[in-house]
């Protein structure tokens, strides 16, 4: 390592003084005018991995859903998967070392982490349309050559496209061509031969409209379009060539505002949906006949999904098992659906992609989704071997279940949830079903449901248990939930410090929206009254 030459070069992206920043459940996200040395620095923790690993490292230059101000970063390991929780903290550490400092931490994490600095570094590096992500990618391309890693700059790539690159680099290929092409082709031939013999009763099964956030999803969608034209039109909408990015639009927008996005033309019954700003979440919703909005959410998303798998397990009769992954966000009708009515079991975890992810993997077939939209499904080894099996050699309508089964193998990005790659299957899931998007959001109704944001004065006084259900501290606020829980009728209620912002988030359900509603004023309240609330005090009812 170049001690001097690595001084010399920080020097060129300097940390300002008492800056503390912490790489969180989706790396580092803060203001793009405070992130240069970050990213200078992740590009070297980068080659660092890469050695270790002895893999292509990734690095996605985006803050996601977040304002087109704000930027953020996060390192992708080598199966595509978000970074080890060990490298989080080595991540931490660098990204505050004061100036001076900076040499020897990098060189104490190389030492902790076991690197062999002999070993060779390969770094690929993406970034959103965010006007600061071309001069941010840049540094980390700095951090990267003066390690002397090589690199490849894909430039403009929605983050599960990065992770798709690393995952295919990692496996010489067997997941698919480390391109943007070969992501196209992948994906677009999976698309087209599930659908292919579908039954279609007109237009409306094949075009469907989406709200890109003004974001990269815009960009790669049209970039798309062509290859899977046959299955489906896409009408684009907040494509970046007017508004800002995730302003009144996108998939967050949506799910949290329960709205439409600005800019969208929405006709009665048409089948809509809203990406995030780096095409990472997916939502749906429709207007009915009488203008009233339906959102149709994450796990809504994994019903259809895990029902569909579902069936084709029956088919190939093979015993594989299927188990759901949500959050504490999770609607409480939807877990109801699944355990009830789909006889599925069904986990929560904690927020965050790499909890659901990481309990997804322990089964044959995994479906993970958040609330928000964010999610996949994951297959095993074991079964993907399985089911390629069954459909070179069984016959009929259990080769053709098998020879589906393969098709959703190679059209879920694996590697992270993918709102390019979750849309294409819930369009072949709905042509091949024949579902109209009121039936799909008939398969059960939604509680209604309310999130809240408080302000405390340090929100790490809040601690939880039981995938974030339950408060252990401060002591008292657990019990105070309780009995307003009690107060409501089919309600329930949580609160947890966000991940990604200074502030406590509440949410409750409950029979009706004004109970809901009227719930998560009475938490809040006890939050703010129990955890050290700050600024104005939230006011009861709604
Ligand atoms: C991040 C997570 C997302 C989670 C959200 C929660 C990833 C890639 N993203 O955006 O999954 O839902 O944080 O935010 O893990 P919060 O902690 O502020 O509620
Ligand atoms: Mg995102």
């Known amino acids: 390592m170049d001690l001097d030459a690595i001084t010399e070069y920080s020097a060129l992206h300097a940390k300002p003084n008492g800056l503390v920043l912490q790489y969180g459940t989706a790396g580092f996200r803060t203001k793009a005018e405070h992130l240069d040395h970050v990213m200078f620095r992740m590009g070297l923790l980068a080659v660092l991995r890469s050695k270790q690993t002895k893999s292509t490292i990734g690095v996605m230059v985006t803050a996601s859903h977040n304002p087109e101000e704000d930027n953020g970063v996060k390192l992708v390991d080598p199966l595509g998967e978000m970074l080890a929780p060990s490298w989080e903290e080595h991540a931490t550490c660098l990204a505050n070392a004061e100036e001076q400092d900076m040499p020897r931490v990098l060189m104490d994490i190389s030492v902790k982490a076991a690197v062999n600095l ?26 990267v050559t003066v390690l002397e890693g090589q690199f ?13 690159m690393v995952c295919c680099r990692n496996t010489s290929g067997r997941y698919g061509k480390a391109t943007i092409e070969g992501y196209y082709e992948k994906l677009s031939r999976a698309f087209l031969e599930l659908t292919n013999q579908a039954f279609c009763s007109g237009d409306d099964y094949r075009s469907l409209k989406v709200d890109c956030a003004n974001g990269i999803g815009a960009l790669k969608l049209r970039e798309m379009e062509p290859y899977i034209s046959q299955g489906l039109s ?31 033309e ?18 749906y919703y429709y207007l009915d006949v009488d203008g009233h909005f339906h959102l149709i959410d994450g796990d809504k998303i994994a019903t259809l999904i895990s029902s569909f798998l579902k069936e084709l397990l029956l088919e190939i009769g093979e015993s594989l098992n299927i188990g759901v992954v949500q959050t504490a966000y999770a609607n409480g009708s939807s877990t109801r659906y699944l355990e ?34 964010h999610g996949t499904v994951l297959f095993s080894k074991a079964a993907e071997t399985k089911i390629k099996q069954l459909a070179k050699e069984s016959e009929d309508k259990k080769k053709e ?20 790659s979750d849309m294409l299957v819930i369009e072949a899931i709905l042509t091949r079903k ?40 401060p002591l008292g606020l657990q019990e105070a939930i309780n009995d307003l829980v009690k107060t409501y009728k089919l309600s329930r209620a949580f609160v947890r410090p966000s991940g990604t912002e200074d502030i406590v988030r509440v949410y409750a359900e409950a029979d009706s929206q004004e109970n809901a509603d009227s719930l998560a004023r009475a ?7 129990l955890a050290g609330g700050v600024g104005e005090m939230p006011q009861p009812g709604f």
């Open 401 to 420: 279940a098998a020879k589906m089964l393969e098709n959703v193998i190679d059209l879920f990005n694996q590697a992270a949830g993918d709102a390019i």
């Open 118 to 143: 002999q070993q060779d570094a390969f770094v690929v590096i993406g970034r959103d349309t965010r006007p600061s992500s071309e001069k941010l990618s840049q540094s980390v391309i700095d951090g």
């Open 234 to 264: 896409v009408q684009l909408f907040n494509d970046g060539t007017k508004g800002k990015l995730n302003h009144l639009c996108g998939a967050d927008f949506v799910k949290s505002h329960q709205k439409p996005p600005e800019g969208m």
């Open 434 to 473: 024949g579902l109209t998007v009121q039936q799909w959001d008939a398969l059960y109704t939604d509680l209604p449901n309310r999130q809240l944001k408080v302000k405390v004065a340090d929100r790490q006084v809040i601690s939880t248990t039981g995938a974030e259900r339950q408060v252990v501290t």
């Open 523 to 529: 938490v809040s309240l006890a939050v703010f009254q």
């Open 152 to 164: 490849h700059d894909y430039g403009l790539v929605t983050t599960p496209q990065l992770h798709y």
């Open 340 to 373: 009830e009515v789909m006889k599925v079991p069904v986990y929560c975890t904690k927020t965050g992609v790499k909890h659901l992810h990481h309990k997804a993997q322990e089964f044959d077939i995994g479906v993970y989704f958040e609330a928000n939209g």
């Open 266 to 283: 929405m006709k009665a019954n048409e089948r809509c949906c809203s990406f995030d700003g780096d095409a990472d979440r997916i939502v």
